[in-house]
C-alpha cells in the first residue's frame, strides 16, 4: 500500500497577497445598473502561480433586479510577457439578498487561454461556485465552496476573501 504524504500546513496553501483598486459607478448599491473596473495586483506563491507578480483588470457590468444581483466580469489577466499572453478570464454572478447583511451567490469562473489563442474546450476551465457573503461595517466577509466542471479545472476549491474598505 503507498503512503501518502502528510497535508502541507494551511498557511502554505495560501495565494498570496491583492491590492485592488475599485472604480464604479457613484451609489452602484442604489442602481438599477452599475459598471466600473477592477485593477487588482498580486503577489503570488509558487505553488499557485510560478510567476511571482501579476495583475488583472476585471471590467464590471451589473444590474439589481428585486433581491437579485446579476454581474459580468469581463476579466483580463496580465503576467507582464506581452499583449499576446494576455488570459482571458471571465466571472458571473448570480446573488439573492437573504437580508442586509448576508447574501447566496453562484458564481462560474473560467480561464479561456491568451487573448490571442483560446484554448479548446477540453484545456479550458470552468469552475461552479457555491457562495456566502457576509457585509458587516467592520469586513465583508465571502466564503464558497467550488466544484470543477471540466477535467481541467481543480476538482474542489474553497476560497475565503475577507475585505475592508480604507
Partial sequence: MQ?????APLISRC???KLRALFVT???VKRDVFYGVNFEFSFNTAHWDPRPYTSE???IVGAHVGKFDLIFNPIVDNSWNGFSRLE?????????AVS?????????YADFGT???FLPATKQTHQLFGVIDVTTKAVGIELGVGAGLTS???????????????
Fill in 152 to 166: 481541467a479545472s481543480d476538482h474542489w476549491v474553497l476560497k475565503l476573501i475577507l475585505s475592508r474598505d480604507l
Fill in 3 to 7: 503512503r501518502l504524504p502528510p497535508p
Fill in 115 to 117: 487573448i490571442t489563442h
Fill in 100 to 108: 442586509e447583511i448576508y447574501k447566496l451567490a453562484l458564481e462560474e
Fill in 57 to 59: 483588470i476585471r471590467g
Fill in 26 to 28: 457613484p451609489d452602484a
Fill in 15 to 17: 495565494n498570496g497577497f
Fill in 88 to 96: 482571458v478570464v471571465p466571472e458571473t454572478r448570480v446573488a439573492m
